[in-house]
């Protein structure tokens, strides 16, 4: 029952950003990928590339199930004796440097004990936002959208899931340099007598919706902007921190990889073309400076914490 | 005394491999970037780029040094009071997509007791090929050197470290597939009395004398070969594999995250440009189609080893 709920969710909301996001690009449509996995489970892949907006992007379900295995026991930390995951993941890399690179992630986690009785439940997701250039209307736009979101179910969420993206999506080999400007993110969430399930599936669902708010307002403002082979050059520097990100620290990818997921599933969240130069250092106080600036020392784009609020995000980003 | 000599060895390594390299390119030259650590020791990191033939590359040394921290205890099952690392690694990336990418690395490692007594030392290194095409008399060549500087040694080491190498550069999240063509890989080989400390410093002498007498023929003979934007667009799709297995699964980057070593000379490893696209599969029996087999089914270039040894590599392929 709340599996079906959130199945049906997490597809109503694939199909509705498909829908929003083809109108955006005006050119490229999204092709369908539906595989099964063999231990259980399966997925709808859908990708898109070579757009006039998007060059390539993925939205993703996927509805997967299985044993606990000893991989998952030792590396994942999870115990029991089966599992099951339901979530949307999304990944859009634009051709314009001028447009954002965004990503969005939705699921449920249920574990079973040896009688298919649910031992554990937990909600995560998030969206978050990997722009070339920083605009700073852009950048207030997005997290007010989801700030805006995230008040309507407790007023303490956006600080505190802001604060879980800024630390969450860091390449810690680099400095602690962030992946982008953040957004939300919360995780393990459990729910309990003052926040039940239905809470956490209408969060989500509020979440969802507002991707479209959040996003596609940029993208119809930048998507024609003018640009340079050096503005071209600088995304795809930043692309490869991208990749980093994805192929060292995250929890998502390297889910996917010990469970035997659908590797091109996984792996499409990949940037279209990359580059690594050695050493690359921005000009001090050029627009790539003032970029790579906001990802090494996040901004509190709204300005609407408190004092003590800020020393907490400060301690907590340098703990990363 | 024994730091020493193969400390003098990496050196001489670097100088005649980077004379030998922008020979071969006639246009750029290396520039070295000397760093320090702040946990002790350093490196030599010299960088080539947009050459004639080289696009990118780098042949760098490194003298490592600390205390054996937690991290390295848990994550790299590495057990003392201090250790010792150095050695000789590089990577070339050819603009030409007929010339293929290389990587050689040679090293020591030491590990001390709290009264700085040497608790055990072993020798590693290896060389290995990554084609974009498959031309069966480069693959041979390349082979038959490192076979020949084996032979020298002892003849049960080509076979048993061309093994090593076929089963570790491998993206297993990859069905099993292969970085490139292989070559020669060894690790954990700690002196005995039958092999001692001269022995195996002889034998990285030998393997790393003969780079210049593997590679350079090949980079010599395709350099300038004619090619179409399809060659370039595989070669940047095969890079990716490359950014995957060094991101994902190699331990040398792995070793270099967890020491602190020093991020840029890691990551001078990653290619220049690079492509990633969704579920990107070259047409059957193409030339690309042809090296991509390679890649998941290792082949006997030489065909020398019995079929008992054939049996051996076979389970050992299967079980990885």
Chains 1, 2 share one sequence.
Not at 156 to 174: E, G, I, L, M
Not at 208 to 217: Q, R
Not at 286 to 294: I, N, V
């Amino acid at each position: 029952m709340i599996k079906d709920t959130w199945i049906n969710f997490v597809h109503d909301l694939q199909d509705r950003i498909c829908t929003a996001l083809e109108k955006a690009d005006g050119k490229a449509v999204f092709i369908e990928d539906a595989w099964e996995r063999a231990e259980g489970g399966g997925g709808k892949t859908r990708i898109i590339a070579n757009g006039n907006a998007i060059e390539k992007g993925g939205v993703n379900t996927s509805i997967v199930f299985g044993d606990v295995t000893d991989a998952m026991r030792t590396q994942l930390k999870i115990d029991g004796a089966k599992w099951f995951a339901c979530g949307l993941s999304l990944v859009i890399h634009p051709l314009n440097p001028f447009v954002p690179t965004v990503h969005a992630n939705y699921r449920m986690f249920e574990l079973y004990n040896e009688h298919d009785e649910v031992i554990d439940r937990w909600f995560g997701g998030g969206t978050d936002l990997t722009p070339y250039y920083l605009f700073e209307e852009d950048a207030k736009h997005f997290h007010q959208t989801y700030k805006n979101a995230c008040d309507t179910f407790d007023i303490s969420f956006y600080p505190k899931f802001k604060a879980t993206c800024d630390n969450y999506f860091v390449n810690f080999h680099r400095n602690n340099e962030r992946r982008g400007i953040g957004g939300i993110f919360y995780d393990y969430q459990r729910p309990d007598e003052n926040k039940d399930v239905d809470f956490w599936i209408n969060f989500a669902k509020r979440c969802g919706d507002s991707f479209i708010e959040a996003y596609l307002p940029i993208v119809e403002k930048r998507k024609n902007a003018p640009y340079t082979d050096k503005n071209k050059h600088w995304q795809e520097i930043r692309r490869g921190r991208y990749v980093e990100f994805n192929l060292v620290h995250d929890r998502g990818t390297l889910f996917g990889l010990k469970t035997n997921g659908r590797i091109e599933s996984i792996l499409m969240s990949l940037p279209p073309t990359v580059r690594f130069e050695y050493n690359y250092q921005p000009e001090k106080g050029s627009e790539e400076d003032k970029l790579l600036q906001a990802c090494l020392h996040p901004i509190d784009w709204l300005n609407l914490v408190t004092e003590e609020e800020k020393a907490e995000w400060a301690r907590k980003s340098n703990s990363c």
